[in-house]
Structures are given as structure tokens and as C-alpha cells.
């Protein structure tokens, strides 16, 4: 399901910098109202079962900077709303969320490892804030791509995984 963690096996890929990029986005369902957004929970970067992404730098196109709800740096505090599997405690967050004012149906997050390593996984963990109901989290984009490269703007980069439309059902 889109609001269940996700696993992906991306062994052989090296690169600096991280990128989930969403083509398009996820919307309120039927009886909730606004705007498409691009929300994450947590993003890990795993080599083995170091998570490389834990307290490093991230950009995003855009973003919803509140105080203790969103922010860029709760993508990689290593703390989620299931607790484990980095730390035990339950994150206070709701994590990192794309926020614009204009029109877009797309929008990024990029980590910086701050050095170019071999990753063999990454987690992505939806944002389910805690005064949310069950089932209405913020589920994971209908279509995105995570890649990784060794430079920010992302050229040459491999990519890691890439969901459409339909293959991460509700």
C-alpha cells in the first residue's frame, strides 16, 4: 500500500547525492480537501545497516517549514512515526513536505551523504502525523523516481527505483 513502508534492493549503486523526484504528486482523497503535496516520513540510505542518510544536508524544490510538523532536516533525523528501525523513540515530526504556492504537479527532495559510497537500500517511510487517523496518512507520490549521482544537479545519475501510477496500490 502507498502508506506502508517501502523496500528497494539497489545493490551496485554508488553516488553522493540522493534524489526522490515525484512526477505526481499525491492528492487528498474524496471528502478531504488541499493541495497536492509531496510528504515523506523518513528517507533512509542504507549500506548494510548503516543508514548514510542520518543527519545529512537536504534540498527540495520546495518545502513546508513549520516549526515541529515539517521540515527538509526531519527527512533524515532518523526518527518516524513506527519508531524503529533507527531509533526507538517515535519521531515528534511529521516529517519533511513539499509546499508550493504555484501550480506544479512535480517536486523533489535530495539528500547530500557528503561523500560518494556504495548504497545497497533505501526505506521510504510515509508521513502519518500522530493526530492523524488511522488510514489518512499522507500517501507516497503516484509517480516518482529515486536516483543517485555524484553530482547535485543530477546528471549521469543511476537510478535507484521508479513507481507509476497503479503500482503501489491503496
Known sequence: AREAPFFAEVSGMKGRYVRLTAFQLWQPGEGRTGAPVLALGELFVLKGDRNLAAGRPVRSLDTAEQASLWSRAYLTDGRTSLGLPHRAESSPSSG???????????????????????????????????????????????????????????????????????????
Not at 96 to 119: M, R, Y
Not at 132 to 140: D, H
Open 96 to 170: 519533511c513536505q513539499g509546499q508550493t504556492t504555484e501550480k506544479t504537479k512535480e517536486s523533489w527532495v535530495q539528500i547530500d551523504l557528503e561523500e560518494s559510497v556504495p548504497v545497497n537500500e533505501i526505506r521510504l517511510i510515509p508521513a502519518i502525523p500522530e493526530d492523524f487517523v488511522f488510514g489518512l496518512s499522507f500517501n507516497f507520490p503516484l509517480t516518482f523516481r529515486v536516483e543517485i549521482s555524484d553530482n547535485p544537479d543530477m546528471l549521469k545519475a543511476d537510478k535507484l527505483a521508479q513507481f507509476v501510477a497503479g503500482q503501489l496500490t491503496e
